[in-house]
């Protein structure tokens, strides 16, 4: 609300209670700051007079749906972090808004408010906190009317809400985009992804001891019958193998390559050497909607509507990781999971030292040739190593925890899975709602691993290690 409306001499606190009692939602604004604003002492969230705190906990407290906007790859607060008064905002379901995808997240969070409101009798609208910009991202945006302005008739009052509605959610987007504007415009100007140059370089490939990655071999018994005996001692492995539910593996060579950028965003720095010192079987593709359903006995994907071979999309890194469980418990001849991050950049790379592994148009589904849909896997060519949509399509879980830059990262291609405040876990490859700029190879991205938020688009592919 607007400070200025308050009264001299009256009870600013009692006043914002009264205002946001009258709301049906608020929309708390959280940016990567939101907790620790820098430059302020004490701390904002422990001044009980703070009015973006005494806002938020007033609509708590009175039961008003309150809807955290998760802006630029932030992350919902923790309940230990929070003071008593703000506990129960940890538990609501959060929406992602970034310039990623930002057509996208502005639909759904539309279609949000316009379910909501359509069960409510009081019109809304919509008006802008001023007390803090993106910089330490401490909005709040309310929808309020006073009941001596509601209409007399119902036929007046839904016209008059979804007017309202569409006014209050034009000026949200605007407040929003004009502070993603300005958070770019205050980039160092090295740190413009679409600009990265990865300085990338693929040492000579070491020969493979892979030979404990080969399927049993099938041989012939005294009796005639074909028993499932250890393969031999070869010194290249197949290139391509597929389990029993049809997942397709491409075998990728070790070797040394450079991981991250020298210029792109700070948490693709700094660039690194990495070596993977043992090869890998990754799938050639996305896990697909059949795949799923065929090991988990139902499809969860949001686009069901694309059929069987495209992509599982929707899951978080919890319900992949039970995917892996269940397809583990069948005991064939390999053990699954999720490629690190260093072997997912490393494979997407192919030994290319650019910002992609080709072609992106011939390579990638993304946001100027996906006509805002997921396609089938396959469909575009592959890099160099017969991987497909490594860029685009979905975006890929990965093995790691998400840490804010490289520094300490392990350069033998295992899984960051040490550090403080880890909460995220990786995402990479862009997918069909991503700009050119968030396609390349050494982007990343993260999101929360268990359920209760905005999964749209997330996917995965394998790893494939033969039992010993």
Known sequence: MDIDTIRPGEDFVQAIENAVGSCEILIAII????????????NWLHNPNDFVRLEIAAALSR????????????????PQDLTEDLIQLARRNAVELTDLHWQRDVDQLIGVLEKVLSKQIVPVAVEASSTAGLGDSRLSLETATPPAALPRTV??????????????????????????????????????????????????????????????????????TVANMPAPVLSTPPQHLANRIGIEFVWIKPGMFTMGSTNGEPDEQPAHQVTIKEGFYLGKYEVTQAQWEAVMGKNPSWSKECGGNCPVDGVSWDDV???????????????????????????CRAGTTGDYAGPLKEMAWYSENSGNTIHAVGLKHPNAWGLADMHGNVWEWCEDWYHDDYDGAPTDGSAWLRGEDLKTRVLRGGSWTSDAAYEH????????????????????????????
Not at 175 to 198: D, E, H, K, M, V
């Open 155 to 224: 036929m007046d009052l839904a016209k008059k809400s979804r007017l309202t509605l569409v006014i209050g959610l034009v000026a949200l987007m605007v407040i929003i985009g004009i502070a993603l504007f300005i958070w770019r415009a205050r980039r160092p100007a090295g740190q413009n992804p679409s600009t990265s140059s990865n300085q990338t370089q693929i040492a000579q490939q070491a020969s493979s001891p892979a030979q404990n990655m080969l399927p049993p071999a099938a041989t012939s018994t005294p009796s005639g």
């Open 321 to 347: 990781q039970k995917f892996i469980d269940t397809l583990n418990s069948h005991d064939d001849q390999f053990k699954y999971r999720l490629p690190t991050e260093a072997e997912w950049e490393y494979a």
């Open 31 to 42: 940016g990567r700051h939101w907790l620790t604003k820098a430059g302020e002492e004490p």
């Open 441 to 468: 190879s050494a982007n990343r991205s993260k999101s929360r691993p268990s359920r209760g938020y905005n999964y749209d688009g997330f996917g995965f592919r394998l790893v494939a290690v033969a039992r010993t």
């Open 63 to 78: 039961d008003v749906r309150v809807i955290p906007v998760l802006v630029q790859k932030a992350s919902m607060p923790n």
